[in-house]
């Protein structure tokens, strides 16, 4: 993917741009090995700015941050987090040891942690979202994209962490009745990037080819062009 | 945000490379004026590229790509849609003339539509999902998000339609029991990228100011950062 890309559209970016966005999605890693130290000033602005400029189903902007400033709610949502990975290793059944194995997050050593949810009376907003309620959460997923990839480019690690039950969750952070929290973000300093996902270098599983992912008018239809 | 970004991490991107991923951020609109014309050898390859490399729970990599090449087809998928922005129209109540007015697809008018969807027999995966499925529908939207901002990068425009009814959309893409579709991408050339999100110009609503979306430890308690 680093060959010039040829493109007659007026509006494409520069090439060292367009270079800088490849490579800020080929090498966005789910960091979990985080390095001491803070944040430099205006960072967790600029991600957070990122993030608020992602795409929402209606406008309907769902998405809150919630900077953890306190240690001992800190603590607590890691707490939090290591009893649902218990519990998801005996879900496991035969995977749980291995799966125990895995480092799944970076709470106590990274520099920031958000929790992330999604508002409450979501059910106000109608537009894009009768059939399919759900939109909300794709609209906050987008946007905890563009934090990662911000953060990648300035090579600051992010890792999105879902194992926890939201219910304690939202209880721990205050969170009102109709609201959902759907990551807990560690962000923080790495000493280095992942060369591919942790969990394909740990062997949990491996990436498809491509040709795997793509059909043509319908579903299992092989397409030829990749 | 175009300011010079200082970054002591040695992982940071030369800045050329950190303003595209910013640029492309803040440029990304979600489009649905197209101008005629096919997308370039290549580039719809790059873009699902892109998207495969977004990150998934458990590396589950849930997400499908339909290219939809048949004309019947995409009439039909336009069709149903326009279906579901007549009963979105009437759900809305006092707002639904001003919701016909807006130009919600460009399904008919662009150069390449595609249908996303989730793998059936998902319940497989519980890594990060099992307090939390719907973690399957995050990783796809931040795929999503990767195509989205690859695209605008190259100066090419993309919209996500969610106005459907997905048993419908299932059935017209031969998509199996279990499995879910979660967007109707249209992708094209553009005459130009909305200044502003559409919505916004529009006045079907406004986005909120960045204070607005961040919290210190608890839910609504202000943050100072930004």
Redesign the interface.
Known sequence: ?NEE??????????Q???????????E?R?VRHFKPGPL?A?????F???A????S?????P????????PA?RAQIHQLVDD?RK??AE??GQRAEE?MRLKVEGILACAEVLVV?LIDRRERF???????P??D??????A???F???A?????GAG?V?????QRLREV????EG?QP??VLCVG??E??YRA?M??LER?????P?QQ?????????Q?Q??
Request: charged share 20%; glycine share 8%; net charge negative.
């Open positions: 993917m890309i040829q493109s007659a559209s007026p509006h494409a970016f520069p060292a741009q367009i270079d800088g966005v490849y490579r800020a999605i080929r966005r789910d430099e205006g960072q967790l602005e600029r957070i700015a990122a608020h400029n992602g795409p189903v209606g406008l309907m902007q998405w809150r941050f919630i900077r953890i400033a306190s709610l649902e519990l998801t879900a496991l799966f949810g109608v537009f894009g979202r009768r059939t399919m759900e939109m959460l794709a609209s906050a997923s987008c905890i994209q563009n990662w990839l911000a990648r480019a300035e090579g600051i999105w879902s194992l926890f039950d939201p952070c205050g969170m009102p609201s759907i990551a300093r790495v280095e990037f996902p969990l394909e949990w599983d491996q990436r498809m491509v992912i793509l059909y043509e008018d319908s579903w299992g239809a397409q062009i990749v």
